[in-house]
């Protein structure tokens, strides 16, 4: 496996210490390795432990190194970290990493570093337009220094104003724009479509599936990350849609299928991650129908949206999803091919500790060439990634995975 770009989460003594554990979360998701450096002050607020359980990494603290220990860690911390992200940021340590002041581990630390610093400063307001703050601030930008924030809002002190450490998502978006990973879908249209059906019967009951969209909401967010301009075509959603992806709304089949096609022809990739519902009621009540003994409830199937756009197809990418109980890799490979697809994504959803609605899932990947991924259980955000590093292969022409459709430009 690729060795994972390593980062520096500096964490210095403000209240909002306890959002850090959430940022490195993030940032994990990100498939990034944290590594927690923090003040004294900032143990007060969060313990070390909790980093260190989160991270599976060693944090570095004040004090020094005990006999037998690395005699230099502030040195050898950070060595081939690809950024420091100081978060929260105190007033104290913009000012000394600002002038040069290297009096406990964390500020040693970031003195020897040569790495590229994001600040997300946190503090009372007064304190952030103290001349003295702003001055540090300017200094440190001239330096080189990113930052991130603050927000204005309401601080812990009490008062309203301009000193909030800025929200995570934010924080961590930002890292990764500044991390430039690799923006190899740079000008490529994605369509994305993720979460579950909503196929009306009356005004106020649908058939649906357990699909909570999370794989294709990490599709869509690393596509975008990735440099992609990404369209979501959300069904029903169990998770809030990210708000910097052009979004549209399709919970029924026969709506996701006209959205769809509608936006095909314009794109270069159509991921299916949505579970379409297979049928829809023959007919949709306008009223709300009444309690009855029993009730044989008229189906008609759906179209087929993912065969449908194959068959349209000149130039798409176009990879599915399965959700098998049995034989899935072999179910998988029969989907794959009947419905012309170019890749597949194969879950076993028969497990209930992945798959539906959870963070985390293991998939078997097949491609049309019949290359075979296994990737181990991993986050649905990672296993995104895996999925693009497929696709970008493929819009560049390797991996040999299109040679057997005819027509293809
Ligand atoms: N799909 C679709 N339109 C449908 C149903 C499914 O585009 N009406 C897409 C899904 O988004 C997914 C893929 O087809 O990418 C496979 O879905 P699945 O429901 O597992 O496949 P089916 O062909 O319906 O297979 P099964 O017979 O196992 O239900």
């Not at 430039?180 to 369509?191: E, N, P, Q, T, Y």
């Not at 919970?251 to 314009?266: G, K, S, Y």
Request: one cysteine or more.
């Amino acid at each position: 496996m690729m060795s994972k770009t390593k980062i520096v989460l500096a964490v210095t003594g403000s209240v909002a210490a306890y959002k850090s554990a959430e940022i490195a979360r993030r940032l994990m998701d990100e498939s990034l390795s944290v590594h927690v450096a923090m003040t004294a002050n900032a143990e007060k607020f969060i313990t070390p432990l909790t980093f260190a359980a989160l991270t599976g990494n060693h944090v570095l603290r004040h004090g020094y190194p005990a006999p037998g220990d690395d005699p230099m860690p502030h040195i050898t911390f950070q060595r081939g970290a690809s950024l420091i992200l100081i978060a929260p940021a105190t007033a104290n340590i913009i000012g000394k990493l600002a002038n040069g002041i290297a009096d406990d581990m964390l500020s040693s630390m970031l003195m020897a570093s040569d790495a590229p610093v994001l600040v997300a400063p946190a503090m009372n307001a007064n304190m952030y337009n103290h001349p003295s703050v702003r001055k540090n601030i300017e200094t440190l930008k001239q330096l080189g220094a990113g930052f991130i924030g603050p927000a204005t809002g309401e601080l812990a002190c009490g008062e309203t104003g301009e000193g909030k450490m800025e929200r995570v998502e934010n924080i961590v978006s930002q890292v990764l724009d500044r991390l430039d990973l690799g923006r190899d879908l740079l000008g490529r249209k994605i369509l994305v479509t993720a979460g579950g059906a909503r196929e009306p019967i009356d005004p106020v009951r649908f058939i649906g599936n357990r699909s909570s969209g999370k794989m294709g909401v990490a599709i869509a967010q690393a596509a975008a990350r990735r440099g992609a301009d990404v369209t979501l075509v959300a069904g029903a959603m169990e998770i809030p849609v990210p708000e910097d992806i052009e979004t549209i709304y399709a919970p029924t089949a026969l709506e996701m299928m006209r959205t769809v096609q509608e936006r095909f022809t314009d794109s270069d990739v159509l991921v299916m991650a949505a579970a379409v519902g297979d049928y829809r009621a023959r007919s949709v009540a306008s009223g709300k129908i009444k309690e009855k003994e029993s009730w044989d409830l008229s189906l008609v199937r759906n179209p087929d949206i993912i065969a449908k756009m194959c068959a349209l197809r000149n130039k798409q990418i176009v990879v599915g999803f399965a959700a098998e109980t049995d034989n899935a890799e072999k179910s998988g490979r029969e989907k794959l091919l009947r419905k012309n697809m170019d890749m597949i994504v194969v879950n076993d959803v028969s497990r209930d500790d992945i798959g539906f609605g959870s963070d985390y899932n293991e998939v078997v990947i097949i491609t049309r060439s019949g290359e075979t991924i296994k990737p181990q259980k991993m986050s649905k955000r990672e296993i995104g990634e895996i999925i693009l590093d497929r696709i970008a292969g493929m819009l560049t022409g390797g991996y040999g995975d299109r040679g057997l459709v005819g027509g293809r430009t």
